[in-house]
């Protein structure tokens, strides 16, 4: 746990942000299909722990980490074609979404946040976002979207948290990051904001505290984790 940061939050919490992919909604798993099915169109070998290092990744920088695993140079206007396949085939997949999709105990926690008075937004890489949040009716649960059409660099850059942080108008140090991936940990940690990473403590190693999900998370159990009033 990086303590340094922490020592100087203020004992408060007055926003949460969340992640999208992986965190609110099980696209993550797309994002892996569509890299899968471009990776294995190439002959290149491409495993779901391999995939673990482009969680959270913008579109053209997973591209260039999966074609560097294969040692394939292509020119840009090649590179962008391939992106818009996986794109494609992205979309497709998401296709069917709604909001039977959200991820067991996240709206409640999220209900749990307005009522404490705390905001919400969400700051995805990915320039599908406003997609996701529509299908899922997910607008009038945030009070910011941020997503990849709106930074010029995505994770593991601040940039998108601290965008995020601002149209809320809070300071990043009262605000809470919820991300599965290890670049968005990197993020947010880079935005100096306390950070809980979802998903297995193996591939979250940077985060402050990892959880499984959100169906036995509560804001009472956030604030004891911090060691703030409850
Ligand atoms: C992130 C996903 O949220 O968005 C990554 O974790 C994805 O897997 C990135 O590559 C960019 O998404 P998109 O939809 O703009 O290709
Ligand atoms: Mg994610």
Redesign the pocket.
């Known amino acids: 746990m990086d303590n340094f940061v922490h020592m100087k939050s203020p004992t408060d919490i007055k926003a949460c942000i969340f992640?999208?992919?992986?965190v609110i909604v099980d696209t993550?798993h797309f994002?892996f299909l569509g890299w899968k099915r471009l990776a294995d169109e190439l002959n290149i070998p491409f495993t779901e722990e391999e995939n673990e290092k482009?969680?959270?990744?913008?579109?053209m920088e997973?591209l260039a980490h999966i074609l560097g695993l294969g040692n394939i140079e292509l020119p840009e206007s090649e590179k962008r074609d391939l992106a818009i396949r996986k794109?494609e085939w992205?979309k497709e997949y998401i296709k069917g979404m709604d909001p039977d999709d959200i991820l067991p105990g996240v709206t409640s926690f999220i209900d749990e946040l307005h009522a404490s008075n705390i905001q919400v937004a969400i700051a995805?890489?990915?320039?599908?976002?406003g997609t996701v949040v529509d299908k899922i009716n997910y607008r009038d649960k945030i009070q910011a979207l941020v997503d990849?059409n709106m930074v010029k660099k995505?994770k593991p850059d601040p940039e998108l948290f601290l965008l995020a942080a601002s149209m809320l108008n809070v300071d990043p140090h009262f605000c809470v990051v919820f991300e599965d991936?290890y670049s968005g940990i990197e993020a947010a940690l880079k935005a100096e904001m306390r950070n809980i990473g979802i998903g297995e403590p193996e591939y979250l190693n940077n985060a402050d505290f990892v959880i499984p999900g959100f169906s036995k998370f509560s804001l009472t159990g956030l604030k004891q984790l911090y060691l703030l009033p409850v």
């Open positions: 992640d999208l992919d992986g993550a994002h482009l969680k959270g990744v913008p579109r997973s794109n992205y995805s890489s990915s320039k599908n976002a990849g995505g991936a």
